[in-house]
């Protein structure tokens, strides 16, 4: 079984990760790119049985484009934000793909809020575009 391991920038906040993500995405809506700093999010969600995290986080919770409320875990130290939860799937939880620092990574399957996607981002064939 594959075990990733993921971390904030001091490496505090720790997340490790069994088995394949459920869904590999990325986001285009703006408060994603805010959150990151960058032209969108990237993620991969898993099975929360499937996850284990170690360290204090703080947390921010906000309602999504959706509507749906997401609480994002974020290092209290360095503030690098490493997972969070969407409450209308309690059963998932999303780690940060940069949290990995792994290249290797899969690439995303989904890309969300396309309409707020800037022009000269490049995506995988074969990914599954929604807006």
Known sequence: MTVRHAACSCGKLTVSVSGEPVRISVCHCLECQRRTGSA?????????????????SS??????????????HFCPTCG????????DQPELIAVTLGAFADPKFPPPRVSVYESRKHPWVGLPDGIEHLD
């Open 40 to 56: 969108f999010g990237a993620q991969a969600r898993f099975h929360k049985a499937d996850v284990e995290i170690t360290g204090s």
């Open 59 to 72: 947390a921010y919770r906000r309602i999504a484009d959706s509507g749906n409320a997401i609480t994002f």
């Open 80 to 87: 690098s934000t490493v997972y969070y939860q969407p409450e």
